[in-house]
């Protein structure tokens, strides 16, 4: 079964602060997606990562991919105290629909 | 994105009793999947409900303890049945997104707490 690791767990951070989150696995990923959830919410797709080194970017978010396709970070420039939420990174298994293995998640606080 | 709503947003229920969440969305969907959020931990998909045939469960779940209706291609009830302290969680009810990613689009849970 393919376990997906985030780090850190949590992060405590000042407003103005750049951070660097990251979701690793022993298995190359078909495709990645990342999500936030707020509290009292259900996540919310950021983006999704389909090829080998890819690098995109939503506003002050950069998201890389990595060469090998096992690894995947989210770089937040300049973070706001409104990005505070559980960043999970997800991946389908086995190429079924529906099935998304999630991590843990990072939980972010960003303190203004 | 589908707009998709829970109802109830949270409920606090006794030990033994049994609970429906429903989950509509504003677009006619083929797949709902229903996921558990227990406390400090991420989601688990429980089962993922199809409209015309019966829903098909994750390793670990059963039909007898969550029950699932899809009367139509926009709604879809999950039971949680005969509740104990460790049914405590956040439900989640989430549709399809882009297929070939297999992304998905979350409601914003059902927040349980069972005494």
């Known amino acids: 079964t393919q376990l997906l690791e985030q780090s850190p767990q949590f992060l405590s951070i000042q407003e103005g602060e750049n951070l660097t989150v990251y979701c690793n696995s022993s298995s190359v990923f078909s495709s990645l997606q990342w999500y936030r959830q707020e509290p009292g919410e259900g996540p919310v797709l950021l983006v999704t990562v389909v090829t080998g080194g890819e690098v995109k970017k939503l506003k002050r978010l950069t998201f890389q991919f990595g060469d090998a396709r096992k690894d995947s970070s989210l770089h937040i420039t300049a973070a706001q105290p409104g990005d505070t939420g559980l960043y999970l990174c997800a991946e389908c298994l086995g190429g079924s629909q529906g099935n998304l293995i999630f991590g843990k998640g990072t939980k972010l606080s960003v303190k203004p | 994105s589908a707009v998709i709503s829970q109802k109830p947003s949270r409920d606090i229920c006794q030990r033994g009793t049994s609970l429906t969440i429903q989950c509509q969305v504003d677009s006619q969907v083929t797949m709902m999947f229903w996921y558990r959020q227990q406390p400090g931990q991420s989601l688990t998909l429980i089962a993922t409900?199809?409209?015309?045939?019966?829903?098909?469960?994750e390793s670990g779940f059963v039909i007898d303890k969550f029950p699932i209706s899809r009367p139509n291609l926009t709604f879809s009830t999950l039971t949680v049945s005969n509740m104990s302290p460790e049914d405590s969680s956040i439900y989640l009810c989430?549709?399809?997104?882009?297929?070939?990613?297999?992304?998905?689009?979350f409601g914003p849970g059902t927040r349980l707490t069972v005494l």
């Open positions: 409900a199809n409209q015309g045939s019966e829903a098909t469960y």
């Open positions: 989430s549709v399809e997104g882009r297929a070939v990613y297999n992304e998905q689009f």
